[in-house]
Antibody, heavy 127, light 109 residues
Framework: QVQLVQSGAEVKKPGSSVKVSCKSS????????ISWVRQAPGQGLEWVGG????????NYAQNFQGRVTMTTDEFTNTAYMELSSLRSDDTAVYYCASGDASSTSRYFYYYHGMDVWGQGTTVTVSS | EIVLTQSPGTLSLSPGERATLSCRAS???????LAWYQQRPGQAPRLLIY???GRAAGIPERFSGSRSGTDFTLTISGLEPKDSAVYYC??????????FGQGTKLEIK
């Protein structure tokens, strides 16, 4: 059974960057896509973007274009999300989530939704 | 971008009753790639339903999904106290972004 284990909580200054990791245990995620979803305090879920390690296809939500970079390390089965130019409204719990997926030339897509989630990483942006 | 609108915002029901949660898409999308997630307080979301009506592993038959055009429905029968949670729909089959609805809070009285 695949599990996703995320890195610990972060406190950052406005304008800085944060890099969150998500390690898959129990199997390779090569044929999966990893999405990052965030949840601001008391708010709903927001899809940030995702990546499919099989071919490196990444798709980002428009709100994060230019500020987010998602990568994977297939040797360690770890996915990363780096968010730059942090603002106070980036304060949120960030989740990674995976599911079996494929890709076209332009984007990846899930077959059955995101069925495995990490435990979440709290990122606090404060001066 | 597909916008998903969930209703009602909050639903308060008694144990044993049936809950009907709605998710309306702003446009049609093929393949019916819509999922439902349950999020209990302090926990990560959990996949309940995929592809409109498929139950994820370990999800009881009390949870079911359906579709009529751009309207998707999650039905939970025989409500139990542990069903108290926020429920989100998400489209994941049309092109990104894979947006979520704003959520429906289900309270079991």
């Amino acid at each position: 059974q695949v599990q996703l284990v995320q890195s610990g909580a972060e406190v950052k200054k406005p304008g800085s960057s944060v890099k969150v990791s998500c390690k898959s245990s129990g199997g390779s995620f090569r044929n999966y896509a990893i999405s990052w979803v965030r949840q601001a305090p008391g708010q709903g879920l927001e899809w940030v973007g995702g990546i499919i390690p099989m071919d490196g296809t990444t798709n980002y939500a428009q709100n994060f274009q230019g500020r987010v970079t998602m990568t994977t390390d297939e040797f360690t089965n770890t996915a990363y999300m780096e968010l730059s130019s942090l603002r106070s409204d980036d304060t949120a719990v960030y989740y990674c989530a995976s599911g079996d997926a494929s890709s076209t030339s332009r984007y990846f897509y899930y077959y059955h939704g995101m069925d495995v989630w990490g435990q979440g990483t709290t990122v606090t942006v404060s001066s | 971008e597909i916008v998903l609108t969930q209703s009602p915002g909050t639903l308060s029901l008694s144990p044993g009753e049936r809950a009907t949660l709605s998710c309306r898409a702003s446009q049609t999308f093929s393949s019916g790639y819509l999922a439902w997630y349950q999020q209990r307080p302090g926990q990560a979301p959990r996949l309940l339903i995929y592809s409109t009506s498929g139950r994820a592993a370990g999800i009881p038959e009390r949870f079911s999904g359906s579709r009529s055009g751009t309207d998707f429905t999650l039905t939970i029968s025989g409500l139990e106290p542990k069903d108290s949670a926020v429920y989100y729909c998400q489209q994941y089959g049309a092109s990104p972004p894979y947006t979520f609805g704003q959520g429906t809070k289900l309270e079991i009285k």
